[in-house]
């Protein structure tokens, strides 16, 4: 009978507790911890790597034109429409009050408000981020005339929309499906975010406000902001308390 307890007892130590109350056994605690350094790396690289390419007009930078040029020779009105869609959605007006009301609707239905908090934390960094690196960077914007939604003489790098997409797709994403225990849900909201994300950021060129390497330095400034997420989540894990999932 001791031995029994005793068993259930280290059992129950291999657990952590992730915010919220759920708990996660130790291997997965580690997996989390290793994904989410890859990310950092892979997201840092990617920003960097880019912002050089973008301030020595070489590597990636080169293509900005003739892609921004396939773009604007392949519109249409279907298309406009679309893209305009998302530009709207993922815009200063309407993904702050989405936002709020995603927040205050999931704080109030959970009763908990830790994810809510993590994904409201994340999107105000995400602005202060894009601001301040915009203000530094100061790229100019592609032509004015070519931009479909009125004139923007703002600076360019990194994308404000994309920064917001990514941010709002990949740790809701996972604020939502990290916790199921059904890894083709996770599997299948990474790859909605994704296809999102591709979506707007391509809105963007198309649209006529950013180059394409201003879309690729938002995406990886996301991708950093999701590893701190991951890691601000596990670090709340304790190895004591009942378990149960929300």
Known sequence: MNSGRARVEQNR?????????YRVATGRFLVLHAVSLCLVLAGMSSFVLTLGDVLNSSGLATIDGPLTDWFVDH??????????????VFGPAALPVIILVAVVAW?????????????????????????????VVGRSRPPAEIMMLGADATSSFPSGHVVGASNFLLVGAYL???RSSRRTALIAAFGTAALGITVEAASRVYLGYHWFTDTVASASLSIVLLAVVILLDVSRGERSGPEHTE
């Open 13 to 21: 130590q291999k657990h952590f507790r992730l915010g919220g109350g």
């Open 75 to 88: 519109r249409t009105d279907t298309a406009t429409v679309v893209m305009a869609g998302f530009a709207f």
């Open 176 to 178: 939502l499906f990290s």
């Open 107 to 135: 704080a109030l239905v959970t009763r908990r408000l830790w994810r809510p908090i993590l994904l409201a934390g994340t999107m105000i960094t995400g602005v202060v981020l894009t601001e301040v690196i915009a203000h």
